[in-house]
């Protein structure tokens, strides 16, 4: 089944659904279950080399990998309220074992607060032992109403990072969501993923939490996409489950906790920012193939063919020997041309041409997939030409991500200019505000954008506020979003 190419830059909504299915990444709307898909090899090879570096940051920090039961019964989900009515219209329910009914419901998670601060009720008693950082990788189930989006809005989440920690004072914890914060950068920057970091308002916080802070990053059809969180949770969650532990002093307090996480909206970012009219171009830290090898056959020769073949084999294991993984396209059904949309289409960063003229010159010719620029290298500069070579284009991913982000924040005086913006598609809108909750959320109203709340790091602040005129305390953002 072959789809029509579709434009990044106009069409983006069907470019997306065009390239995870005719890259073989993600199999979307076919299996007879809403929400859900299946990562196809190709996609879960991207998927385990970005899990590769999340945990490798993770695990340089002092997280520890943990792996807690999908089911989490009723009585301990319902011990914070203000967290299961976050949920409640969204958890999927287990009720029965074959025909009848089971001894308790148990909900599929939706994320995994409560479960493992009960753990942490029994594990934690002295101050001595905090503090901990807890993570995991797996799937969460949210049974969506809205409409779902593959890799975006899902009813079952399968990459989900989500880390836990605890922390004796109300300070640290506060500490750790810096932290959090500074390894998402890291994270971000090392994909050349651009983004934005903002304080989300009250009336969109995390369900339970003291505040929460998100990343988000702008997709090339306009709408921000949250693609990371990190939350101050205080002392909700081990009040709700009794998490005691002793203090330095003898008395037992309630420790403070924070979450962080991520999930396949990453992947979707990856895919969809680094892109063009040919498909996805992979960052080359995430590519399962940095580099392909595309022989071109000799026009009448056999033997040269063969010889070809040979050329291209020594440019993989000199390539292999050195860490890039290297594939050697050696179809014969298909003609070159169509190799390189094929390729193209993978988002392969790398390409390298090899026929006659670079056999007989003891060369070879390599083509970026970011900028199309192509150039003869002779085979003794190979690896280091190549390795140089993907280190710009994941230098160049991230300049052209960070421009476009950059060239689609837009600064509205009034209401009338923000609604233009929003309406027009200009991006991400930042306003003046006054800092009351009822103007940020008439705002919205009246705009009809998101509230993505205000930027993380401080500002200067000149202004009147939009909505009521009075001074401005703060700078506040507003999207069309995901
Ligand atoms: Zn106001």
Request: aromatic share 10%; glycine share 6%; with cysteine.
């Amino acid at each position: 089944m072959k789809v029509k190419r579709e434009r990044w830059s106009s069409n983006f909504s069907e470019w997306y659904d065009w390239v995870l299915s005719e890259a073989e990444i993600y199999d979307y709307g076919r299996y007879p279950v809403k929400g859900v898909g299946i990562w196809r090899p190709y996609g879960f090879k991207i998927r385990e080399k970005l899990l590769e570096l999340v945990r490798r940051e993770l695990n340089q920090t002092g997280h520890e990998e943990v792996l807690f039961p999908l089911l989490i019964p009723e009585e301990l989900i319902k011990k914070e309220t203000e967290h299961i009515k976050g949920f409640e219209n969204e958890v999927l329910w287990v009720t029965k074992g074959g025909e009848s009914e089971t001894d308790t419901r148990m909900a599929l998670r939706p994320t995994s607060e409560v479960a493992i601060s009960y753990m942490e009720s029994l594990w934690l008693k002295s101050y001595k032992q905090l503090p901990k950082k807890y993570y995991q990788i797996v799937s969460i189930f949210r049974y969506e109403t809205k409409a779902t989006r593959p890799l975006i809005r899902l009813r079952e989440v399968t990459t989900f990072k989500e880390a836990h920690t605890i922390h004796l004072t109300y300070d640290d914890a506060e500490r750790q969501v810096m932290e959090a914060v500074e390894i998402y950068r890291k994270i971000f920057d090392m994909l050349g993923i651009p983004y934005i970091i903002s304080r989300r308002p009250d009336w969109d916080k995390f369900p339970g939490a003291e505040y929460t802070i998100a990343f988000e990053t702008l997709m090339p059809d306009l709408k921000t996409l949250q693609i990371g969180t990190v939350h101050h949770l205080g002392q909700k969650f081990t009040k709700a489950l009794d998490v005691k532990i002793q203090a330095e002093d003898g008395s037992l307090v309630y420790p403070h906790q924070t979450s962080y996480g991520l999930s396949d909206r990453v992947i979707s970012a990856l895919i969809s920012i680094h892109g063009d009219d040919h498909g996805p171009i992979l960052h080359p830290l995430i590519a399962p193939i940095k580099v392909v090898i595309i022989p071109i056959p000799s026009v009448n020769n056999q033997k040269e063919t063969l010889n070809i073949i040979e050329h291209c084999k020594r440019v993989k294991d000199e390539l292999g020997k050195n860490d890039v993984d290297a594939t050697i396209d050696e179809d014969t059904e298909l003609t070159p041309g169509e190799k390189f949309y094929k390729w193209e289409l993978k988002g392969v960063p790398l390409r390298v041409e090899i026929g006659p003229r670079e056999l007989n010159s003891n060369t070879v010719y390599i083509k970026r997939r970011d900028t199309l620029e192509g150039k003869s290298i002779q085979f003794e500069e190979l690896v280091v030409e190549v390795t140089r070579t993907l280190t710009e284009i994941g230098l160049y991913l991230k300049e052209r991500g960070e421009k476009f982000l950059k060239e689609h924040i837009f600064k509205a005086e009034n209401l009338e200019e923000a609604k233009k913006a929003l309406n027009e598609g200009k991006g991400i809108v930042e306003v003046h505000w006054c800092n009351d909750n009822k103007c940020g959320l008439k705002l919205e109203e009246i705009t009809g954008g998101q509230v993505k709340g205000v930027p993380f790091e401080k500002r200067e602040v000149n202004g009147s506020c939009v909505v009521c005129g009075k001074t401005a305390t703060n700078i506040l953002r507003i999207a069309k979003t995901y």
